[in-house]
């Protein structure tokens, strides 16, 4: 029909000049729900106290330091780092019972968040990308918690998966795909719990931000995530939202720092 009489055409559809349905964002939001069993239920919240620690990056060496002070009822005076927080944790089980009771809560929580899958984009850095383009490239993947079994006994294990396949992005990623990858099959990349000794949420100067806007640039930094192993590789990633890096960097720490 045409547009004089104030209905909707053809080109004004395909040119996404017309705003979604309420009806077809409800639909679409149901449909991605089902699709990743993660988003069917709140996310858990981190103690107040854990939460405190993602404002500085956690080494294996170093674990990750306070840079305030924790709420009671813990003594400032005594708890300088992560590893020292759970370290008064286990050992005055009686005097901190809630406290305990509450991290032991969210880990679970957190533990069945990766079980189930959370949506990420994996980026590579300069070095790793697609020489001489975008060198913060990304492809969308799952990120979720996986148990291995070995003789020694079981160890957990991050894994990134691509539902489908995706174009090789450089020589020195192992997150690639093979050219006779089969039908119906996941891309994968794994990370042993054991073999990461950073976790970061400081986005290197060679993530390209010329492409976006400032805020744009902003709401990615906010977004950004980073792994690194014992043989110094690398792992960055974004989150969907800010407020989902702040969740995973603090999960991830407790898990890392637990595997201690």
């Given at each position: 029909?045409?547009?004089?009489?104030?209905?909707?055409?053809?080109?004004?559809?395909?040119?996404?000049?017309?705003?979604?349905?309420?009806?077809?964002?409800?639909?679409?939001?149901?449909?991605?729900?089902?699709?990743?069993?993660?988003?069917?239920?709140?996310?858990?919240?981190?103690?107040?106290?854990?939460?405190?620690?993602?404002?500085?990056?956690?080494?294996?060496?170093?674990?990750?330091?306070?840079?305030?002070?924790?709420?009671?009822?813990?003594?400032?005076?005594?708890?300088?780092?992560?590893?020292?927080?759970?370290?008064?944790?286990?050992?005055?089980?009686?005097?901190?019972?809630?406290?305990?009771?509450?991290?032991?809560?969210?880990?679970?929580?957190?533990?069945?968040?990766?079980?189930?899958?959370?949506?990420?984009?994996?980026?590579?850095?300069?070095?790793?990308?697609?020489?001489?383009?975008?060198?913060?490239?990304?492809?969308?993947?799952?990120?979720?918690?996986?148990?291995?079994?070995?003789?020694?006994?079981?160890?957990?294990?991050?894994?990134?998966?691509?539902?489908?396949?995706?174009?090789?992005?450089?020589?020195?990623?192992?997150?690639?795909?093979?050219?006779?990858?089969?039908?119906?099959?996941?891309?994968?990349?794994?990370?042993?719990?054991?073999?990461?000794?950073?976790?970061?949420?400081?986005?290197?100067?060679?993530?390209?931000?010329?492409?976006?806007?400032?805020?744009?640039?902003?709401?990615?930094?906010?977004?950004?995530?980073?792994?690194?192993?014992?043989?110094?590789?690398?792992?960055p990633f974004l989150a969907r939202t800010g407020k989902d890096a702040s969740l995973l960097a603090c999960g991830l720490k407790l898990l890392v720092e637990r595997s201690r």
């Amino acid at each position: 029909s045409s547009s004089n009489d104030g209905e909707p055409t053809s080109a004004m559809i395909l040119e996404g000049k017309l705003q979604s349905p309420t009806e077809a964002i409800v639909f679409g939001g149901a449909l991605r729900r089902l699709e990743l069993p993660s988003t069917m239920y709140p996310h858990p919240t981190p103690p107040k106290n854990l939460i405190k620690f993602n404002a500085n990056d956690w080494t294996a060496e170093n674990s990750c330091k306070l840079p305030g002070n924790l709420d009671p009822p813990f003594d400032d005076n005594t708890i300088s780092t992560l590893r020292q927080l759970f370290e008064t944790l286990q050992q005055g089980e009686s005097l901190y019972e809630e406290e305990l009771n509450e991290l032991e809560v969210f880990a679970q929580k957190f533990k069945q968040m990766l079980y189930d899958g959370v949506t990420i984009d994996r980026a590579w850095p300069a070095e790793e990308g697609k020489g001489g383009q975008d060198s913060s490239f990304t492809t969308k993947v799952t990120l979720k918690l996986d148990r291995k079994t070995f003789s020694s006994g079981k160890e957990d294990c991050l894994l990134f998966v691509a539902k489908s396949r995706v174009a090789a992005v450089g020589s020195n990623c192992a997150f690639s795909c093979p050219t006779d990858l089969p039908k119906n099959k996941c891309l994968s990349e794994s990370l042993d719990m054991l073999r990461i000794v950073k976790v970061s949420q400081t986005m290197p100067q060679n993530f390209d931000q010329k492409s976006t806007s400032l805020q744009e640039a902003r709401k990615r930094r906010k977004r950004f995530v980073s792994l690194k192993t014992k043989d110094g590789k690398r792992v960055p990633f974004l989150a969907r939202t800010g407020k989902d890096a702040s969740l995973l960097a603090c999960g991830l720490k407790l898990l890392v720092e637990r595997s201690r």
